[in-house]
């Protein structure tokens, strides 16, 4: 792939950029946010615990992944022995 491809893919990328109100991401093109602009505060408090909710949901998620790959590890390991 030459250079100038490369620049040309990157910028057709969509860029992100953070939203000061309810952290989340959303395209640098709009002038206002996706996910908060046409809420309210109570409904933007909502939001938030929502989406730290499902970040929660998501770390938890991955440690039973990291169990769950340790377990079968161990398993083919003993499997291996016998
Ligand atoms: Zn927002």
Known sequence: MSLDMSISWRSKQPKQKRCDRCELYYSEF???????????????????????????????????????????GVLLFVSFLW
């Open 30 to 72: 709009l002038d206002k946010c996706t996910h908060c602009s046409d809420l309210n505060e109570a409904q933007l408090l909502m939001l938030k615990a929502k989406h730290q909710e499902s970040l929660k949901h998501n770390a938890k998620l991955g440690k039973y992944l990291f169990i769950a790959a340790a377990v079968i």
